[in-house]
């Protein structure tokens, strides 16, 4: 077990490079990691009018507002869509269905392959898929391989980047 010197927890696996209980990371060997370990904070972020989207979602759609981008980053979600970004060496990895390399992802933390939305039976959720640095629905962290239902409007965070998602 690995004890965190953040927030003492003490549960952490010996392989864990972040605490479970807090996020902040475990290990000295941060610094051969290809993600940067991040903690995400709890903030106020400015209200934003989202609606760029009506209209322009079918059946399966669903709208992502990245950060401070105004334009929805509209994607069909059908089954599983990965959430990620590609590697600095991108001839080393597959790429994720959506790529969020261009919205700023390798310097915000987000993983190769961070999270994946499912949609099934009429419900659109999100998994982490045990990313380095977590994720976050509405300020709350996500346990990785757990899927949690998204509501229409929720606000996902993948490390330090922000999503907002519709599909209603």
């Known amino acids: 077990m690995n004890r965190c010197k953040s927030c003492q927890y003490f549960e952490n696996v010996s392989t864990a490079t972040v ?11 941060i610094a051969e990691r290809r993600t940067n370990s991040l903690v ?6 400015p209200i ?8 322009q979602l079918g059946q ?18 059908t089954g599983e869509t990965i ?18 390399t261009r919205f700023e992802a390798i310097e915000r933390g987000v993983s190769r392959a961070h999270a994946v939305l499912q949609r099934t039976n009429g419900t659109l959720a999100v998994t982490d898929l045990g990313s380095t640095n977590g994720t976050w629905i509405n300020n709350v962290r996500l ?21 907002h998602v519709y599909f209603e």
């Open 19 to 29: 605490c479970k209980r807090c996020g902040a990371p475990l290990s000295a060997l």
């Open 40 to 45: 995400a904070r709890n903030s106020t972020f």
């Open 48 to 55: 934003m009018l989202r609606d760029k989207h009506v209209g």
């Open 60 to 77: 399966h759609d669903i709208a992502l507002y990245v950060g401070d981008y105004s334009e929805p980053l509209i994607a069909n979600v």
């Open 83 to 100: 959430l990620g970004r590609t590697s600095r060496l991108v001839s080393l990895d597959e790429h994720p269905a959506l790529d969020l």
């Open 143 to 163: 346990t990785p391989k757990v899927p949690v239902r998204l509501n229409n409007g929720d606000r996902v965070v993948l490390a330090r980047l922000a999503l």
